[in-house]
């Protein structure tokens, strides 16, 4: 005889059932039930009955007679628990990690077991009464990526509406995704430790905080497997990529700890079982520093992450006013001065603010020294003679991902304005965007300073002599124009995904390249940029991925 409820009643359940060895039933509402517990607890097994507390009357069922306990009604919802403390453990992504599990209240609590995107934990956790198949595992009804396994979505991640963390606690919690899980295998320092009598894991960050993930093991049909292996969900699904093809589309990603010393790895586990969630949290963040506009400017700041509930507001509206749209943050400026912009997340009840300097309509924002100056080019292009964001020809500038007009700190695709999340879903914006919204140097400098084209980064490469030297410690490349006026250029490098790119150093050095953007685009994912250095003798169509960041060298037209 086995017991399919353990320990407490749920607190969201209705009561529990008794079933006898003769069918019958008997019913405890959970307004009655003071108390349950089991006599002579040994793993699973009611060796030695079970007995129920109601009304103030205690009431035992031998093991003899008994068949099963279980809980009935699951679906009144809307349960709100209180929140861990977030911790952050200095990663790379600066996500927060909880200081313990859904359904506990300390660290070293095992908290509830859901099964993978239910939002409660249960007596059984099988294929049988999963929420997302008829009955088995090749049945599929949701988050389906091959069509074997059932009606294909495409849904790879939870959404909020099946993120138990993000439905009970809000405020910015999720279950994290297998990206997640990973930095915090990747980054953190791991250390076997017992906390109460409970043993467990504790990740410690670079900056040396910690959290301490207990051993809670994982349910599977009506067995629970407590005190061996700690295994947490992650809220994405296994998919096969080229990479990963020894995969099962009805698993989902998690984080497994295992044997008595610290070794944690990822791995998969199928999506009916049941397993703790440690949830993480997204703090309100914008993808903008502090900038400078011009007068009848407007400059979007995109929210990266957050409720998707959002309000703004100026210190000054007499000199730039703010309104949102969506996830994005629309600025315009009015007049010149300073203001402070704030962006507010309504949900999560938090806040983050942006300096904006407005410079005068006919001023703009480009240094006195930046030109535009007349290399005797055919086309009568003027160029700038320092890089966007420079105060001086052998700086780099700001390095902007394409079409983007603000610094950030990370390049992936996952941070680029005009995608969802990936290189498949990239936006297209029209044939050049010189001179438009997306145009950095417009942006930035205002006036009739723009991004140049492909076709005049040719012609400054065809047109120029070049020669390579080094100005303040900075190597880089001299282009010299038909009049004898000349304009050098740094090698930046650029910066990718995983930080700086270059083809053998790091920016300025002798055997680096220098990068600037153009304003056409390669294809809908790229976009041309001029290349040059000191190994070879250029690139005028040079591609990157228009996530990566380069440097700008404005230009201003006939």
Known sequence: MTVCLVGTLSAYAQGIVVTMNDGTEQRFSEETIQEMFLSGYDGIDLSKGFTIKVNGEEIFFSAEELAKVSVYGYEPVNIKETPAEAIDLGLPSGRKWASYNVGATEPEGYGSYFAWGELFDKDTYEWSNYKYCNGHRYSLTKYVDRSSYGRMDGQRVLLPEDDVAQQRWGGGWRTPTHEDQLELISNCEKTAEEVNGVKGTRFTGPNGNSIFLPKSGYAALNQWTLHRDGYY??????????????????????????????????????????????????????????????????????????????????????????????????????????????????????????????????????????????????????????????????????????????????????????????????????????????????????????????????????????????????????????????????????????GNGGVASMPGDFWSDGFIWTSTPASNTTAYSLKFGAMGDGNTKNTNDRNEALPVRAVVNR
């Open 233 to 498: 969900w992650s809220s994405t699904i296994t998919y096969r990529t080229p990479a990963q093809t020894l995969v099962d589309d009805y698993s989902a990603w998690i984080v497994q700890m295992y044997g008595s010393n610290t070794s944690t790895a990822y791995s998969s586990m199928e999506r009916c079982y049941g397993l703790p969630i440690r949830p993480v949290r997204d703090d309100l963040s914008i993808a903008q520093k502090d900038t400078n506009m011009t007068v009848g400017s407007v400059l979007v700041f995109p929210v990266m992450t957050g409720s998707k509930h959002y309000a703004a507001s100026s210190s000054d509206p007499s000199i730039a006013t703010a309104t949102v749209e969506g996830c994005n943050v629309t600025v315009t400026a009015i007049s010149s001065g300073e203001v402070i912009i704030t962006v507010s997340d309504t949900e999560y009840d938090q806040s983050v603010t942006l300096n904006i300097i407005v410079n005068g309509a006919n001023q703009g924002n480009a240094p006195e020294d930046a030109g535009p100056l007349d290399l005797g080019l055919p086309s009568g292009t003027r160029w700038a003679t320092m890089n966007v964001g420079a105060k001086a020809p052998e700086e780099y500038g700001v390095y902007y991902s394409w079409g983007e007009t603000f610094e950030k700190d990370q390049y992936g695709w996952e941070q680029y304005t005009h995608c969802d999340g990936s290189r498949s879903t990239c936006k297209s914006l029209g044939d050049n965007i010189s001179g438009t919204e997306y145009d950095a140097a417009h942006v930035v400098w205002g006036g009739q300073w723009c991004m140049p084209t492909a076709e005049q980064v040719k012609e400054l490469f065809d047109q120029c002599q070049r020669k390579h030297e080094q100005r303040n410690g900075v190597y880089g490349t001299v282009f010299t124009g038909p009049n004898g006026n000349s304009i050098f250029m740094p090698f930046s490098g650029y910066r990718g995904e995983y």
